[in-house]
């Protein structure tokens, strides 16, 4: 098991940068694939980007595309999502998620554990 703790959200102009971490607990980090996924007031969580194990795939969303970044440090048991460009669409709560696989899971509903969240807002 895993216990995940986002942090860096806030509070950004539109075009703004952000740098969310998620700290993991436990010795077997390097065995989870991690996923920054958000939600918005009034909507369903949408996937927002993934990484595996080692780091060396990535994927993300259409709509983040060429704006955010995931990245992991194992021996911190750190994930990372570099948000720059933001927008007010952006505005979201955002979630870290873990799943103990090899792949890359790019649905929310695929993943096993999960963070509090922490709240991201793009003003105008």
């Known amino acids: 098991q895993v216990q995940l703790v986002e942090s860096g959200g806030g509070l950004v102009q539109a075009g703004g940068s952000l740098r969310l971490s998620c700290a993991a607990s436990?010795?077997?980090?390097?065995?989870?694939?991690m996923g920054w996924i958000r939600q918005a007031p009034g909507k369903e969580r949408e996937f927002v980007a993934t990484i595996n194990r080692s780091g060396g795939i990535t994927y993300y969303a259409d709509s983040v595309k060429g704006r955010f970044t995931v990245s992991r440090d194992n021996a911190k048991n750190t994930v990372y999502l570099q948000m720059n460009s933001l927008k007010p669409e952006d505005t979201a709560v955002y979630y870290c998620a873990a799943r103990s696989t090899g792949w890359v899971p790019r649905k929310s509903y695929e993943y096993e554990y999960w963070g509090q969240g922490t709240q991201v807002t793009v003003s105008s």
């Open positions: 436990g010795r077997t980090f390097s065995s989870y694939a």
